[in-house]
């Protein structure tokens, strides 16, 4: 039986020609580290390093200069560096109810910081009339995920930003579940940060991430990691210089050279294009799911405020039974549970029960989704 891969907003699978050889280039025939020696391979990794950050500018349409381009191990390390650096005790935060516990998680660690979450509609939707009355004198920083990882709902990240603007309140967006996916503009959205991992919509490997900055929000966070940079080695202290004072360690080359070309990709096909095809298959796979009385669609059905995360609840059969009579019986790779999310899932109306969430790709396919359709027809009308 053939596996039809439907979890993309885990990871995405498969990456495009390019990726696995570019990252075999560097173990195989460069192997050389960045910011320490300067023989030429080691030239030859700064450059592609560098190449990385231009891609990630330009992409994310990020107006400060390349140095504030942050290398990160992931989304999550991007978010830690943010929350746990930004914010410091009596200080207030607004989230939206629908995130990640990559936002959570951090946020609770914090000692003496008090947060409240901007209550999202039923479709996993937040309207940006409700911030305003949560907004009180101490609040410095608000984060919220621009596409729900449960359900595929995309927020108006213009509005909030405009609104953040206006009250001096600092903006970090998680684009984990839009990068790639749907445009993200970090100057339109009038961001303090952004933070993207590298194996989702941006196509590249895992363990790989990266945080765009302000030189403003730059200044007002505290490194979190501490260590080697190649740089300033006469002093203990960690250089005050982007990126070397949030980038310390030795950095993951092979994941360097495998984003660096996935990003190749992404540039050469377009946001919009990778968008067009995910947004098709997706009206497929939700008219289809319309037409199955066995089962409950979450999140929108607006194509515009989207992405092509699709979660469903089976009436009348657990869903983890679901997810694996889908593998088994069908060859369908999807995830079940929970999805790191409970918060969203209480918005959603999902918990504790969770959902089966199906997440396409650009490498997804009409017949991938017609396949699914089928399956679920099949395992919701038992
Ligand atoms: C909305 C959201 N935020 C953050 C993350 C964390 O990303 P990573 O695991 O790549 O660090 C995820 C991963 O699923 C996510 O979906």
């Given at each position: ?61 990020f107006p400060e200069p390349?140095t504030h381009v942050i290398?990160t ?5 991007g978010l830690n560096m943010a929350i746990k650096g930004f914010l410091k005790p009596g200080d207030h935060c607004l ?11 951090p946020l609770?660690?914090l000692?003496g910081v008090?947060f ?21 004198p101490n609040t410095r920083l608000l984060v ?17 930003g405009?609104?953040c603007a206006?009250h001096g309140i600092a903006f970090v967006l ?12 970090f100057?339109?959205?009038r961001l303090s940060a952004l933070c ?15 945080l765009l900055m302000t030189d403003a929000f730059a200044k007002a966070i505290d490194p979190i990691v501490a ?10 202290f960690l250089p005050d210089y982007l990126p070397d004072r949030f980038e ?135």
């Open positions: 039986m053939d596996t039809i891969y439907l979890d993309n907003a885990a990871t995405s699978y498969p990456k495009p020609e390019g990726v696995s050889s570019a990252m075999k280039t560097y173990l195989d025939h460069v192997g050389a580290t960045i910011n320490r020696s300067v023989y030429g391979s080691a030239q030859d990794a700064g450059l592609k390093t560098l190449q990385l950050r231009e891609r990630l500018k330009k992409l994310l349409h390349v290398l191990p992931g989304a999550t390390w989230v939206s109810s629908m995130e990640h516990n990559a936002v959570m998680r609770l660690q000692a008090e409240d979450r901007i209550p999202c509609d039923w479709e996993g939707l937040l309207d940006p009339a409700d911030i305003e009355p949560l907004i009180r919220m995920a621009h596409g729900s990882n449960v359900c595929g709902s995309v927020q108006d990240a213009e509005a909030v405009a609104l206006r998680d684009a984990a579940q839009t990068a790639g996916h749907f445009p993200v503009d100057e339109r959205f993207v991992p590298g194996h989702k919509g941006l196509l590249g490997p895992s363990g790989i991430g990266a260590g080697g940079t190649g740089s300033a080695s006469d002093s203990e310390s360690g030795t950095p993951n080359l092979p994941g360097i050279y495998g984003w660096e070309a996935a990003l190749r990709f992404v540039e050469e096909t377009g946001v919009d294009a990778l968008r067009e095809h995910e947004m098709t298959l997706c009206r497929r796979f939700l008219d289809g799911l319309e037409q199955l009385r066995g089962v409950s669609l979450c999140g929108t059905k607006d194509l515009t405020r989207r992405v092509g995360v699709v979660s469903v609840d089976f009436r009348n059969r657990d869903n983890a039974d679901a997810a694996f009579a889908l593998e088994t019986d069908y060859g369908i790779l999807t995830r079940c549970g929970l999805h790191c999310a409970p918060s969203a899932h209480k918005t959603l109306d999902t918990f504790p029960r969770g959902t089966v969430r199906f997440s396409l790709g650009f490498a997804s396919t009409e017949a991938d989704v017609d396949a699914a359709l089928a399956a679920v027809k099949d395992l919701s009308e038992v």
